[in-house]
């Protein structure tokens, strides 16, 4: 249940869902062992989307557990006594995530860092981080994090961390995830110039654009 919050979030653009190969790179580097794995890339670029494919993947696998958290969910949090409390949880997050990590692996998903980082004290964003610490010392656990381009660079928090695996989201490929879309839409592509071509390949763009 504590999994659902946030995942209501349309991943397909005109009925759709674009598939991106970055997300069977994060499930091999889950497989490979790699303790924490970042999806970076600016804003509007997908990155939601690939780590909810992530999810539904690993939901779908006896092998693994999952605890999925969505960052602006959780953007006034002050503690990990309080982050328990909004996941209606019992007992530390951590400590449930220790326990399960016994039986099987399991993936830790936060969405949207530069969410957190926004609070004017950051108080959200260390809470999170030292959640992240205590999961990296834990044996049989995966954590996989989004967070755009520009927070990464200039937050204090985040700036100088170092990740195991950094899986950069590039723009959609315009011939093969785009034009397919356009066509079902009616638009000719003949009409659309390098311009609007490139605004497209961002997925945000192409969602505003059906709307």
């Not at 004290?121 to 999170?128: C, E, G, S």
């Not at 996989?144 to 937050?155: K, N, Q």
Request: aromatic share 8%.
């Amino acid at each position: 249940v504590a999994s659902l919050i946030g995942r209501n979030y349309d991943t397909k653009i005109g009925g759709q869902k674009i598939c991106r190969a970055e997300v069977q790179t994060i499930m091999d580097s889950i497989r490979e062992g790699n303790k924490s794995i970042l999806i970076n890339g600016k804003k509007g670029c997908g990155k939601t989307w690939v780590l909810l494919e992530v999810a539904d993947q690993i939901e779908r696998s006896d092998s693994y557990g999952l605890l999925f958290i969505k960052g602006d969910h959780f953007d006034d949090i002050n503690s990990e006594e309080e982050l328990m409390s909004r996941l209606s949880f019992n007992f530390s997050p951590s400590i449930l995530v220790s326990r399960l990590s016994e039986y099987r692996r399991v993936v830790v998903i936060i969405d949207s860092l530069d969410a957190l980082s926004l609070a004017r004290d950051q108080k959200p964003l260390r809470t999170i981080l030292s959640f992240i610490d205590k999961l990296l010392a834990l044996e049989n656990v995966a954590t996989v994090l989004a967070c755009r381009d520009f927070d990464l660079e200039y937050d204090p928090y985040l700036r100088n961390r170092i990740w195991d695996k950094k899986i950069p989201l590039p723009p959609l490929n315009f011939e093969r995830d785009i034009v397919p879309i356009l066509q079902s839409w009616g638009i000719s592509i003949e009409a659309i110039n390098e311009n609007q071509k490139a605004l497209f390949s961002h997925p945000q763009n192409l969602k505003l654009y059906e709307k």
